[in-house]
């Protein structure tokens, strides 16, 4: 069974950093993307970064582009994400997500296996 489990979410200062972290089990996933999605209350989800497969090529919406750094560590079958200069707009359930194939995808639906979430909330 694909189990994805995301840790590192908070409470923090505006300005200040959180590191996320997702770590898959039941296969694999290091010819595989990785991304982080975060979804705020009323909101549809939203890609925020991802990884590509093996190599590890890193895209980011251009909201945290500058901030934010998404790694993958294939030895551990983990991913994180690094988030700086955090902003109170960056308040939401971050999700690890993965799919089946190694070109990052901006779609939730093109992602086969979902973490549950972890809160990050960002006070001003």
């Known amino acids: 069974q694909v189990q994805l489990v995301e840790s590192g979410g908070g409470l923090v200062q505006a300005g200040g950093s959180l590191r996320l972290s997702c770590a898959a089990s039941?296969?694999?996933?290091?010819?595989?993307?990785m991304g982080w999605f975060r979804q705020a209350p009323g909101k549809e989800r939203e890609f925020v970064a991802g990884?590509?497969?093996?190599?590890?090529?890193?895209y980011y919406a251009d909201s945290v582009k500058g901030r934010f750094t998404c790694s993958r560590d294939n030895a551990k079958n983990t991913v994180h994400l690094q988030m700086n200069s955090l902003k109170p707009d960056d308040t939401a359930v971050y999700y690890c997500a993965a799919r089946s194939g190694m070109v990052i995808a901006t779609s939730p639906r093109a992602y086969d296996y979902w973490g549950q979430g972890t809160q990050v909330t960002v006070s001003s």
């Open positions: 039941g296969r694999a996933f290091s010819r595989d993307a």
């Open positions: 990884i590509t497969g093996s190599a590890g090529s890193t």
